[in-house]
């Protein structure tokens, strides 16, 4: 019998573990996670809606539910945290709808910019239903939309506040409207955020005996909101849409006018420049007029009132001011000209 030593044997076992280890036998990895599309693509449907998969960029997702078309069309989807090529970057502290009604103690932050692109041209039978899940939702704030025209640039907001669970942002599809993309040209819209308070802070009352009582803090009287801020008709095929108006703890009558200016025509003499319309009843004669209401008062049923615009056949551009029971006042944009995109304002032919 022969005896070798303990080290001897435990070389041995060492040895055999590493051949073992070395060997033909399966060897384990970690798994490759799958690669998450900023882009994604999907053919409409000409008789039901159709969900576009689920697009990713640095912790956002979105996804956005197209309705029904008048022709099959594929439309790819696009999200950035910076804006798309060609357009400059949202800044909502210009726009001026917005500046009209928001306090300037407000705080504004573009988020997250979307683009649709098609290569057929096709008219979508309402707006797009999209819900964006963020990687955290900042307490106390409200998510808006805004949308990009090379000829007023960024309109804000056009849609909002959206509906908020959880860290998912949710704006619902509009089937009174429609959205009309041509091809090659971008729909541009972009998420923001609206935090702070409209409520000053009162002024510390200074050291020293005797001090007078401070003065109680003003309180800012609610103002009416319209939503959306901005209809866009196409001249050649006269329509209405509506749109609301809403304010905290106003149940009295809103009354509206219309201030209409037509669009220069395109002629190589010299015109004279255009000159407001005078508001037109609310069923004019024809369509020979750029826009008008259907009605100049509305009450709100359960805080809301709803306003509808008939569009003409005259391109021009028009603003209705809303007005509520103490002067308080918003606006409302309405655009005529050859492209009709619903809530979304007019988006450039150019890139």
Same mark, same amino acid.
């Given at each position: 019998?022969?005896?070798?030593?303990?080290?001897?044997?435990?070389?041995?076992?060492?040895?055999?573990?590493?051949?073992?280890?070395?060997?033909?036998?399966?060897?384990?990895?970690?798994?490759?996670?799958?690669?998450?599309?900023?882009?994604?693509?999907?053919?409409?449907?000409?008789?039901?809606?159709?969900?576009?998969?689920?697009?990713?960029?640095?912790?956002?997702?979105?996804?956005?539910?197209?309705?029904?078309?008048?022709?099959?069309?594929?439309?790819?989807?696009?999200?950035?945290?910076?804006?798309?090529?060609?357009?400059?970057?949202?800044?909502?502290?210009?726009?001026?709808?917005?500046?009209?009604?928001?306090?300037?103690?407000?705080?504004?932050?573009?988020?997250? =910019?979307?683009?649709?692109?098609?290569?057929?041209?096709?008219?979508?039978?309402?707006?797009?239903?999209?819900?964006?899940?963020?990687?955290?939702?900042?307490?106390?704030?409200? =998510?808006?939309? %805004?949308?990009?025209?090379?000829?007023?640039?960024?309109?804000? @907001?056009?849609?909002?506040?959206?509906?908020?669970?959880?860290?998912?942002?949710?704006?619902?599809?509009?089937?009174?409207?429609?959205?009309?993309?041509?091809?090659?040209?971008?729909?541009?819209?972009?998420?923001?955020?609206?935090?702070?308070?409209?409520? @000053?802070?009162?002024?510390?009352?200074?050291?020293?005996?005797?001090?007078?009582?401070?003065?109680?803090?003003?309180?800012?009287?609610?103002?009416?909101?319209?939503?959306?801020?901005?209809?866009?008709?196409?001249?050649?095929?006269?329509?209405? %849409?509506?749109?609301?108006?809403?304010?905290?703890?106003?149940?009295?009558?809103?009354?509206?006018?219309?201030?209409?200016?037509?669009?220069?025509?395109?002629?190589?003499?010299?015109?004279?420049?255009?000159? @407001?319309?005078?508001?037109?009843?609310?069923?004019?004669?024809?369509?020979?007029?750029?826009?008008?209401?259907?009605?100049?008062?509305?009450?709100?049923?359960?805080?809301?009132?709803?306003?509808?615009?008939?569009?003409?056949?005259?391109?021009?551009?028009?603003?209705?001011?809303?007005?509520?029971?103490?002067?308080?006042?918003?606006?409302?944009?309405?655009?005529?000209?050859?492209?009709?995109?619903?809530?979304?304002?007019?988006?450039?032919?150019?890139?």
């Amino acid at each position: 019998m022969v005896t070798r030593p303990l080290s001897a044997l435990l070389s041995g076992l060492l040895l055999i573990g590493a051949m073992a280890a070395c060997g033909g036998g399966g060897v384990a990895t970690t798994p490759v996670a799958s690669p998450t599309p900023a882009s994604q693509s999907v053919t409409t449907s000409t008789t039901t809606s159709t969900t576009i998969p689920t697009a990713y960029v640095a912790g956002f997702s979105a996804i956005t539910t197209l309705p029904s078309t008048n022709v099959a069309a594929a439309i790819t989807e696009s999200l950035s945290i910076s804006s798309f090529s060609g357009t400059p970057a949202l800044s909502t502290a210009r726009s001026a709808m917005n500046a009209a009604r928001t306090p300037q103690d407000l705080t504004q932050t573009a988020i997250l =910019y979307v683009e649709f692109v098609t290569s057929t041209s096709v008219t979508l039978n309402g707006t797009p239903g999209i819900s964006i899940t963020l990687p955290s939702i900042t307490a106390g704030a409200s =998510y808006y939309l %805004a949308d990009y025209s090379a000829t007023a640039g960024w309109q804000a @907001p056009v849609a909002g506040p959206g509906t908020t669970s959880g860290n998912t942002v949710s704006f619902a599809s509009n089937a009174t409207a429609t959205l009309q993309l041509s091809a090659t040209v971008p729909l541009e819209i972009a998420l923001y955020s609206v935090t702070g308070s409209a409520t @000053p802070t009162p002024t510390p009352s200074p050291s020293g005996s005797p001090s007078p009582s401070p003065s109680p803090t003003p309180t800012l009287a609610p103002t009416p909101v319209a939503s959306p801020a901005l209809l866009t008709f196409d001249a050649g095929t006269p329509t209405s %849409a509506p749109f609301t108006v809403s304010e905290t703890g106003d149940t009295a009558a809103f009354t509206a006018g219309i201030n209409c200016t037509v669009a220069p025509s395109p002629s190589p003499h010299p015109t004279s420049s255009a000159s @407001p319309l005078p508001t037109p009843t609310p069923t004019p004669s024809g369509s020979g007029f750029v826009a008008a209401l259907a009605a100049t008062s509305a009450t709100p049923t359960g805080g809301v009132a709803t306003f509808t615009v008939n569009s003409g056949s005259v391109p021009g551009t028009c603003t209705v001011t809303v007005t509520d029971a103490r002067s308080a006042t918003t606006m409302v944009t309405v655009d005529v000209d050859s492209a009709s995109i619903g809530i979304f304002s007019s988006h450039r032919s150019t890139r």
